[in-house]
């Protein structure tokens, strides 16, 4: 289903994007162009090697839910991915999809079901860059939306032996926005409001998700946000970027606010 896009152009998203990155310190890392578009990895100045928590997060997967790219953009200019940890981020995974506003690329393919079977290259330059990274993540973060919620959910998948970190983020976000009352959302049961403990494996046996990927190749901590696409874009955002600080609150709980944490001894 086509929706109203917002601008993602290349002077509409990627260049106030790549502005905003560099003013952050960030490197901008662009593997190759889809549909006319920059696919871009975000790497901030601490790097894959800094002895500090390596933070995943990843937006723009689905064309049609725009609040995670523009919260990676907002995020940038308010500083919210702060120095106490190394961010990796992919701020726009479906470029042509965010462009045209459709939740598949312009061939017609759900990139976020494409994960086993890879048949878009969108999804097989992404694995290369995963693959190709240096050590793990200690969280995985990724930005969605859904059309038919009433609240805030999120999908946590915790493999790694690590704390949780729904709590942290539910009550964050709960001051922006309602959190999903279910009992029952996107067919799963929730825990609590808001609180979907997926197990790590795919709900389609060959239509694996960008999270489910993931869970295969190693341990991890993950939480998919999804946003109420109901509601206004800028609380949104706001949900977003609270659910990132909230989590890596967690992570970094024995640091000050305004230095580096202490790196976990990893379990992978």
Known sequence: MERKPQDFT???YYRPLRGAAEAAGFAWH???RFHGLPYVLLRSGRGAGADVPRVYVSAGIHGDEPAGALAVLEGLR???FDGRVAWDIFPALNPGGLARGTRENPDGTDLNRDYRLLSAPETRMHVEWIECAKSPYDLYISLHEDWEARGFYLYEINTSGGPS???AIL???ETILPLEPGPIVDGHRLRGPGWIYHPPEPDEPEGWPEAIFHCKKRPLNSYTLETPSA???????????????AATGVLCKES???GPCSRRPSTF
């Open 165 to 167: 970190m729904s709590a």
């Open 10 to 12: 290349e002077n509409g």
């Open 231 to 245: 509601l206004p874009l800028e609380k949104r955002v706001d949900a977003h970027l609270a659910a990132v600080r």
């Open 30 to 32: 662009e593997a190759g």
């Open 256 to 258: 000050p606010p305004s």
């Open 78 to 80: 308010r500083g919210a």
């Open 171 to 173: 009550g964050a976000v």
